[in-house]
């Protein structure tokens, strides 16, 4: 289920910061995204790219190897907003469904 959303995570935070990889990483572990491993980011990272919704820049690190930085395009922010309505509905529906007496009790 996470891999239906994760482009939709990524656009959001990308949007609201620039950062890199391992930071977004990080940061969607503080916000409880489980079982959420780098390898599945950093493809993530690279097919949104690939699409033009997010563009790159390296950075020299005092640390270590430079870092490639990420921020939202204009083609992400509309990638965005369609993916985030179609989340709306997907959990409005599930809301509904989730309403409903469980089978089980009614018997």
Do not use: Q
């Amino acid at each position: 289920m996470l891999k239906g959303v994760l482009g939709m995570l990524l656009l959001r935070l990308l949007d609201a910061e620039e950062s890199y990889g391992y930071a977004v990483v990080v940061r969607l572990r503080e916000a409880g995204v489980l079982g959420l491993a780098e390898g599945t980011v950093y493809p993530a990272l690279t097919r949104l790219e690939g699409a033009g919704h997010l563009e790159s820049r390296l950075v020299a690190s005092t640390s270590g190897p430079a870092r490639k930085y990420y921020r939202t395009t204009p083609a992400g922010r509309e990638a965005l907003a369609t993916r985030e309505a179609s989340w709306r509905l997907l959990r409005a529906a599930v809301d509904r469904v989730g309403t409903v007496p469980d089978p089980e009790v009614l018997r």
